[in-house]
């Protein structure tokens, strides 16, 4: 009787086991050190009280591998030269860089008119810009590391004014914009979307010229913004004030 009783026991034990056995914890992974799965989507507010939001919208971008598409709401507006609100995204092992251009582009078709319009009064212009591949905004490199300084962007664009559909009336322009990058702190913020421990201030130098009828004017821009591993962009201040991250969302990916 004590064998067969020890038998049972044996084979509820076995058995029990496999009924009862607890399963592996799923981890959810933590998003990239710059977020770039399609989904993940931020939300800021400006220092008017307005606000923006943009999502990652595509996973096979046309621009080629590791790139995705950024969507706004609403949408940029199309004179807007803010390198900061990219159209692609790419990431590589060491650099996270933005496309931007096209934003280049359309900076140069309305901001020449515009600097020329008093000159041409009544005379319809027309912007004809060399074609050319813009470099691609290196937002930053890894590893990120206080006062590390890089050349974000340097690229130069060509072009004509020319008045009244006229090919002998034609003026050439050029503009140059070069950008320089540093990461001057690393510290802890406190945003509206939460408190973060490790923040690197990152500031830009932006240096645009433009040599139209022999003569440079140049203009300079300066922006700092506050950037968190694996979250993002969570500040930005420039000249216009103060834009900060209130909300984010990423899709939740797990590995067993």
């Not at 770039?36 to 939001?53: I, L, M």
């Not at 790419?90 to 000159?119: C, H, M, W």
């Not at 690229?155 to 320089?180: A, C």
């Given at each position: 009787?004590r ?9 509820f ?15 959810q992974?933590?998003?990239n050190?710059?977020p ?20 990652i ?9 590791g ?10 507006p ?35 008119p515009?600097?020329v ?5 009544g ?10 591949t ?25 072009g ?7 090919v002998?009336l034609?003026f ?27 923040t690197y ?7 645009i ?15 700092t ?6 979250v ?8 216009g004030?103060i834009t ?13």
């Amino acid at each position: 009787m004590r064998l067969i009783s020890l038998m049972l026991c044996s084979i509820f034990i076995l058995f029990g086991c496999g009924a009862d056995e607890t399963p592996t914890p799923i981890a959810q992974q933590m998003p990239n050190y710059f977020p770039d799965t399609v989904g993940s989507r931020w939300v800021y507010r400006n220092a008017d009280g307005s606000e923006w939001s943009r999502e990652i919208t595509d996973g096979n971008s046309i621009h080629g591998e590791g790139s995705q598409v950024f969507t706004y709401t609403p949408p940029a507006p199309e004179t807007e030269f803010d390198y900061l609100k990219p159209d692609v995204l790419r990431v590589t092992e060491s650099q996270v860089l933005f496309v931007i251009g096209e934003k280049i582009d359309r900076y140069v078709q309305n901001e020449i008119p515009a600097s020329v319009a008093d000159e041409f009064v009544g005379l319809e212009l027309d912007i004809i810009v060399a074609p050319i591949t813009h470099p691609e905004f290196v937002f930053y490199q890894l590893p990120l590391t206080a006062n590390f300084q890089w050349d974000a962007f340097n690229t130069h664009v060509n072009g004509s004014i020319v008045l009244q559909n006229l090919v002998l009336l034609q003026f050439p322009f050029e503009v140059k914009v070069r950008v320089k990058g540093e990461v001057v702190a690393v510290d802890s913020l406190e945003t509206p979307a939460g408190n973060f421990e490790e923040t690197y201030q990152i500031e830009y130098q932006t240096e645009i010229t433009q040599l139209l009828f022999s003569e440079a004017e140049t203009t300079q821009q300066h922006q700092t913004v506050w950037f968190v591993p694996h979250v993002g962009i969570v500040k930005i201040e420039n000249e216009g004030g103060i834009t900060e991250l209130i909300a984010y969302t990423f899709p939740e990916t797990i590995e067993k």
